[in-house]
């Protein structure tokens, strides 16, 4: 049987090894031309708690996980169980021969019970190389050369000894030879010849794009699950000349950042759930100070520390609101790997071009999954746009003119000239009070009306420089999704399954919060039933977008709050259930 | 432009800023004068200097002094001169903050730059008091002070700043009076010129609501120690002395010569990362991938 797209997940304990298995198989599978999305179920421990990586493969581009999985590689033996509704007729179960399969209440799936912990403890006296073993095994299931993974194993444990690299060679042989005794069903994936594509997460492509974009200092706390961007960008920032830094705690980190950029540089702190509640002052001073910043934040489950490894839009409330006062900003919200690094890149330079803080707005099912991607899309489209920031030569004119630099300038679009400080014939002078042009504090109402009005005036055209929504599907449908992040893949399916039953739907994928495309948004939905696909339970993307179309509209909010994204069937069965109740 | 540009700052003037509005006898004036009057002996021109204040009395600083300046949020000064620092090191970076700002709401913060050994120079007006919200216990007011939130006598312990800085691990520390500016002049040079992070304590009178520690008791009750001591554990003995008889400890405590952080990270004096951007172009597309294919 030939199959075009398949799921599979390797699930088991902490420590058991399933994220580096299926690691080596999303790899592999890259390597062979298919396109992969993982997503990954991780607890907030390093040992003992149930995790699983599921990989989905397709000849074509992919954004979200299927309903259901092919295999099942079950590393510890209950996590058959929790996984078990997931798999599909005739669906291939591994686990070890040491559990009891009697009880499994399924007799439409092929069970393999292997000797996975008993050869791995006969042949390295260690258990953990169990789960290569039975990725041979699922190697050989799926028709997979066995170099191909090989190749893999050697990417994924490169630097690591000789004798583990070997140890896992043989583990995977194990497997292989073992399946060619047992094997009762073989399926065959499509291949595809095309190999040049790139298997990265929306984190490492933040990171790209922060170094892509001349940012040359980073300064943050470790938090799950936007670690990753400090990882990668403390291992390449020195090499640019940059700097990071990890602070005591995010207050430190986004000041640090803030202090950075006063004198010059592109900066970027990054955090996630409770580290932004920390942030929001700060937030609040870099608009003030019209401080040019980029943060960035991966959603997690909340409240408070909430679920840490675990998706969620739960923060769009405190994102859009952050801070006291009229806090001036800029949100974008990317989808993928691609729009991870491009939205990163165009973050900077909307962030100098008018001199407030940018948030990028990932989550975990975004930040931390891995997607097979064609290409990054960096071309000569983005380029370093760093605004209205003179150069020493500008300096001088000021000098030899002889006028005095006034760094809250009052100009006609509301964005004043920055001087770096440390340019000799010039003081620059910022200010978190309200305050006179030249920077010096003022609560004089005269200049505290101009200066609201400067600051109100620069975000007049922003809308120009951020990503449009993304529509997708027929015009004259009259029902549309609407939904942000990881919403992506599953509303792309479930309009196609939908059309099958009947149901005629289109999406609107929403890429930039602040500023908001209303018209373009209310063009596409006037008079439709509108759905709003999101990540928690205050249906707060629907209560933001309410306004643009008033009381009178049928808009519904499509909630999950489980801490894992949408998959396509639970938005389809919504919208009938919706649909059903309406007519 | 060479020659339009090369100022020579010929008087002290060069460094006025803009009138100030503490109340008249207000103990930050002397620091203001102090630091103007360093900064003009050591030669470092308004455009060289970044003074980075919080909020409070003490914080309203860079106004009234002519240097590249940033008055930011509340105890989160230290953090913000850092960015500052490690951004452009050829900025002479100076703090100036008050003893709620930096020894309350930013004692983290203050205890990390020790620790790091910054190259910062960390001037704080310790006045015992908040003064800016019109009079409220400080972390520095004594013990069962009656003020306006603590009606009936403070129950908090007060604590000492420079032991708090020698034992998390900064490199100059110091303590000044503000009635005293010759001297605290020539602590201020110390400490700026010093490489490392720079405490220096600054007891700084508040004239409006804080009457209990006024320039007369300070005059009478301070006492200057023979320092710097040799050792950092001597250096908080002898405080630790002098607080025990009843008297408050000035001059410079320990000076110690160590790399600071910046030189650790790069490894050379003065570098500038802002300077170093100047130079570099937008990476080619052939590099950025060599990235993701070295990301394991």
């Given at each position: 049987m030939k199959l075009k797209d398949f799921s599979v997940r390797i699930a088991g304990l902490a420590g058991d090894g399933s994220l580096l298995a299926g690691e080596v198989l999303a790899y592999a599978l890259k390597r062979r031309g298919l396109y992969t999305v993982s997503v990954r179920d991780f607890p907030s421990n390093i040992r003992g708690l149930p995790t699983s990586l599921t990989i989905r493969a397709n000849v074509e581009r992919i954004f979200s996980w299927n309903d259901y999985i092919d295999a099942l590689i079950a590393l510890e033996p209950k996590a058959v169980y929790s996984h078990l509704k997931d798999i599909r007729i005739e669906g291939v179960i591994i686990i070890d021969e040491e559990f009891k399969s009697e009880n499994l209440g399924r007799d439409d799936v092929y069970l393999y019970p292997l000797p996975l912990r008993k050869k791995a403890r006969e042949m390295f006296k260690k258990e953990i190389f169990k789960n290569i073993i039975a990725l041979g095994f699922l190697g050989y299931v799926f028709n997979i050369e066995p170099e191909e993974i090989k190749n893999s194993i050697m990417f994924y444990l490169k630097g690591r000894s000789g004798e583990i690299i070997e140890n896992n060679m043989k583990a995977l042989e194990e497997g292989y030879s073992l399946a060619k005794n047992l094997l009762k069903k073989r399926y065959e994936i499509e291949k595809s010849i095309d190999p040049g594509r790139y298997y990265l997460s929306g984190n490492e492509a933040v990171a790209l794009g922060a170094i892509a974009a001349g940012c040359r200092f980073f300064a943050a706390y470790p938090i799950t699950p936007s670690t990753e961007v400090f990882e990668f960008l403390a291992k390449y920032m020195p090499k640019f000349g940059g700097i990071t830094?990890?602070?005591?705690?995010?207050?430190?980190?986004?000041?640090?950042?803030?202090?950075?950029?006063f004198a010059g540089l592109r900066a970027m702190t990054s955090t996630s759930g409770p580290g932004m509640d920390l942030k929001t002052e700060a937030i609040s001073l870099a608009s003030m100070a019209e401080v040019p910043l980029v943060i960035y934040h991966a959603q997690r489950g909340g409240p408070s520390t909430g679920l840490p490894t675990k998706t969620g839009q739960e923060d769009i409330n405190h994102i859009l609101f952050a801070g006291h006062g009229d806090v001036s900003r800029a949100v974008l919200v990317p989808s993928t790997p691609e729009e991870s690094f491009e939205f990163t890149f165009r973050a900077f330079n909307i962030a100098e071009k008018y001199q407030i803080p940018v948030i990028v707005l990932s989550e975990q099912a975004v930040s931390q999954n891995q997607q097979t991607i064609d290409d990054i899309p960096y071309d000569g489209n983005l380029k370093w746009e760093r605004g209205k920031i003179l150069s020493e030569e500008e300096v001088f004119e000021y000098v030899k003119a002889g006028k005095v630099y006034e760094r809250y300038e009052l100009t006609e679009d509301g964005i004043s000239p920055r001087a770096i400080p440390g340019t000799k014939g010039v003081i620059v002078r910022y200010n978190s009070n309200e305050k006179t042009p030249d920077g010096f504090i003022d609560e004089e109402?005269?200049?505290?009306?101009?200066?609201?009005?400067?600051?109100?005036?620069?975000?007049?055209?922003?809308?120009?420089?951020?990503?449009?929504?993304?529509?997708?599907?027929?015009?004259?449908?009259?029902?549309?999704?609407?939904?942000?992040g990881s919403s992506l893949g599953p509303m792309r399916e479930s309009l196609i399954r939908l059309k099958n039953e009947g149901i005629e739907m289109s999406y609107l994928r929403i890429r930039t919060l602040m500023p908001l495309h209303e018209d373009y948004i209310y063009s596409l939905t006037y008079n439709k039933n509108v759905f709003i696909c999101e990540l928690n339970s205050f249906s707060q993307l629907k209560n933001y977008l309410s306004r643009i179309w008033g009381r009178k509209q049928n808009v519904y909010s499509i909630k999950k709050y489980s801490g894992f994204p949408f998959k396509p069937s639970e938005i389809i069965s919504e919208v009938k259930k919706i649909l059903k109740k309406e007519n | 432009m060479e020659k339009l540009l090369n100022f020579e700052i010929t008087s002290v003037k060069a460094y006025e800023g803009k009138k100030s509005t503490w109340c008249p006898g207000c103990g930050d004036f002397g620091v203001l004068a102090a630091l103007k009057q360093a900064l003009f002996e050591l030669g470092i021109s308004p455009y060289d200097a970044a003074v980075i204040s919080g909020i409070?009395?003490?914080?309203?600083?860079?106004?009234?002094?002519?240097?590249?300046?940033?008055?930011?949020?509340?105890?989160?000064?230290?953090?913000?001169?850092?960015?500052?620092?490690?951004?452009?090191?050829?900025?002479?970076?100076?703090?100036?903050?008050?003893?709620?700002?930096?020894?309350?709401?930013?004692?983290?913060?203050?205890?990390?730059?020790?620790?790091?050994?910054?190259?910062?120079?960390?001037?704080?007006?310790?006045?015992?008091?908040?003064?800016?919200?019109?009079?409220?216990?400080?972390?520095?007011?004594?013990?069962?002070?009656?003020?306006?939130?603590?009606?009936?006598?403070s129950k908090d312990n007060p604590i000492e700043p420079c032991l708090i800085s020698l034992s998390a691990g900064a490199t100059f520390v110091a303590r000044g009076f503000s009635g005293d500016t010759k001297n605290l002049k020539e602590y201020l040079k110390e400490g700026i010129k010093h490489k490392g992070f720079s405490h220096i304590d600054v007891l700084s009178p508040c004239v409006t609501f804080n009457e209990e520690y006024s320039y007369d008791y300070f005059r009478e009750n301070i006492e200057l120690l023979n320092g710097p001591f040799a050792r950092r554990e001597e250096a908080i003995a002898k405080i630790m002395e002098t607080w025990r008889k009843g008297k408050i400890p000035v001059g410079i405590f320990y000076v110690e010569e160590k790399k600071h952080y910046e030189l650790d990270i790069f490894g050379k004096e003065d570098y500038s990362i802002v300077e170093e951007f100047k130079t570099q172009k937008m990476l080619s597309k052939e590099e950025l991938l060599k990235l993701i294919e070295n990301k394991k």
């Open positions: 830094i990890q602070c005591e705690d995010e207050i430190a980190s986004i000041n640090m950042a803030i202090g950075a950029s109402n005269e200049y505290r009306v101009q200066m609201v009005q400067k600051r109100l005036k620069k975000l007049e055209r922003i809308i120009e420089d951020v990503p449009e929504p993304e529509f997708y599907g027929n015009k004259n449908a009259p029902n549309i999704l609407i939904g942000i | 409070g009395c003490s914080s309203k600083f860079p106004d009234y002094i002519n240097t590249n300046a940033f008055h930011t949020i509340h105890g989160r000064l230290l953090p913000v001169a850092t960015g500052v620092k490690l951004a452009n090191q050829k900025l002479n970076v100076i703090v100036t903050g008050g003893d709620g700002d930096g020894y309350g709401i930013g004692g983290n913060h203050f205890m990390h730059a020790a620790r790091r050994n910054i190259n910062l120079t960390y001037i704080v007006m310790n006045n015992e008091i908040y003064a800016l919200t019109k009079g409220q216990v400080a972390p520095t007011s004594p013990y069962g002070f009656v003020k306006g939130t603590t009606p009936y006598g």
